[in-house]
């Protein structure tokens, strides 16, 4: 049986403006999205992202991953780390073609930054976090407080369509390809770097004449809407986890009305 739709609480993590964060706000505030935002955390003391959630009056909170330097890590006594920080660098799968020894050290400088920021939700209790522009890898430390065998607790919005383009650039990266179509991708975060299931996707039009510029603008257009979305459908129980042929993870949308809010997205889109 479906689960009723329920007032999701959930937490934002941004590096930067937060104009993700604000379509969330303002889905919120006209009634198309049934959550409240308990806070927003930055990596980033300067983000822009925490002025818009502070006009809005909702809480927010630093934590500077640039205090967990190379400097900092020399002075830190082992007793520091995470109890089970060995049982995380056998589960990473972030860092590749690095030595043993290189590997360790950054995940505990990660892990390190992200007990910080687990010190500010758990108290809360969200129900979902919402990356939004966190220009920050994440852990299996971390992702293990909110991922079980049959629930994902982490959400991402990708500015490609994935597999391909994962990483930090995927504007730029379809752009530069010469790819004729691009596209937007929500999924659940995993071990791996944009590796989680894949919720939903659209795709946008890349024209002769377009610039990268106009190529961002264009893919921003549905990021702001689909992500939204994809958290309303969990809102609703309308996100069904199911297993593939080969063992993987896989998302059914189960919303009668998603397939004609993908046509509108897409004719968006197109529109010239």
Not at 82 to 103: C, H, M, T, W
């Amino acid at each position: 049986m479906k689960e009723k739709t329920k007032k999701l609480k959930i937490a934002v993590l941004i590096s930067g403006g937060g104009t993700n964060l604000q379509a969330m706000i303002d889905r919120i505030e006209a009634g198309k999205l049934d959550a409240e935002i308990s806070l927003v955390v930055s990596n980033n003391p300067d983000a822009y992202g925490l002025v818009r959630a502070q006009k809005h009056g909702i809480p927010t909170a630093v934590v500077d991953y640039r205090n967990y330097g190379k400097r900092f890590l020399a002075e830190v006594v082992q007793s520091t780390l995470p109890k089970e920080f060995d049982e995380v660098v056998n589960r990473q799968r972030i860092y590749s073609g690095l030595a043993d020894g290189e590997v360790r050290d950054r995940l505990a400088r990660l892990a390190l930054a992200e007990q910080e920021v687990l010190a500010l939700l758990k108290p809360l209790n969200p129900d979902l976090i919402c990356l939004a522009g966190f220009m920050r890898l994440i852990s299996p430390y971390f992702i293990g407080h909110y991922n079980t065998e049959d629930r994902y607790g982490i959400m991402n919005i990708h500015p490609a369509l994935l597999p391909a383009f994962p990483g930090t650039d995927g504007y730029g990266a379809t752009f530069s390809y010469g790819c004729r179509f691009g596209g937007v991708t929500v999924h659940f975060i995993d071990e791996g770097e944009d590796t989680g299931p894949i919720i939903a996707q659209a795709i946008y039009p890349i024209w002769p004449e377009d610039t990268l510029e106009v190529v961002r603008r264009r893919g921003l257009e549905l990021e702001y809407a689909i992500y939204s979305q994809c958290i309303q459908w969990m809102a609703q129980g309308d996100l069904k986890l199911v297993r593939g042929e080969d063992g993987r993870p896989q998302v059914r949308i189960l919303d009668p009305e998603y397939p004609a809010f993908l046509e509108q997205l897409t004719q968006q889109a197109f529109a010239r």
